[in-house]
């Protein structure tokens, strides 16, 4: 099934302005949706530099191997089947302004589309394991994520710095964590010490701080 929709997605599903025009891209023409749909208006790059507007699920939990998509909207009728694609045949995904990337290692996909939570020198992604239906982004408020939503024992943090990934280990966090931020010995120590607001849910305050510290301010 999955080789079948990438085939389709090959010969022209996608075919879309190419990467050159992505910031001339506006999605505003696209009705939104209500919130009894995972789906709202958004847009995908491909690997290939297409960029496609459509409906896309969003949640900041993430997706694994495939997600579902409508290029018309899927609640007014006749109402359209969903297509489906493998997250590898998408390098980024937008969905009412939450940026998803499908995340790579030394080359290698890890067939997970994952949820940006911070941006900044440090960015911080976030995929979670979750059955059922992804929460629905909010509507109004685009810098408002709904952590409380993540299931932060099945969650898997992601951290990446000039372009290059590190997955943190649940097992391992103090130290990797600490030693990932050891330039800023402050929040390095915090980490240690497993203060009450640096443990592994969190993250995005970590990461938050760390970019906001001092000496990143001064280097630009």
């Known amino acids: ?116 939570l911070v941006d900044g020198p440090v960015q911080l992604f976030n995929y979670a394991e979750e059955k059922g239906i992804p929460v629905p982004l909010p509507i109004i408020g685009f810098g408002l994520i709904p952590l409380a939503s993540i299931p932060y024992t099945k969650n898997h943090w992601y951290l990446k710095r000039n372009d290059e990934l590190t997955v943190i280990d649940r097992s391992r966090f103090v130290f990797e964590v600490s030693t990932y931020f050891a330039d800023y010995p402050a929040l390095a120590q915090k980490i240690k010490q497993k203060g009450k607001d640096y443990q592994y849910q969190d993250m995005v305050r970590i990461v938050t701080e760390y970019n906001r510290r001092p000496a990143a301010a001064g280097s630009k």
């Open 1 to 116: 099934m999955l080789t079948r929709f990438s085939a389709v997605l090959a010969v022209g599903l996608f075919t879309a302005r190419p990467a050159a025009h992505a910031q001339a891209s506006d999605t505003s023409r696209l009705a939104d949706t209500s919130r009894k749909t995972a789906h709202a208006p958004g847009e995908v790059l491909t690997p290939e530099g297409r960029l496609v507007k459509g409906y896309f699920p969003g949640s900041v939990n993430g997706f694994e191997k495939t997600i579902s998509f409508y290029l018309t909207h899927p609640e007014v009728r006749p109402f359209p089947k969903p297509k489906y694609i493998s997250v590898d045949k998408i390098r980024s995904m937008t969905v009412h302004g939450f940026y998803f990337e499908t995340l790579q290692q030394k080359g290698k996909s890890l067939h997970v589309l994952a949820c940006r």
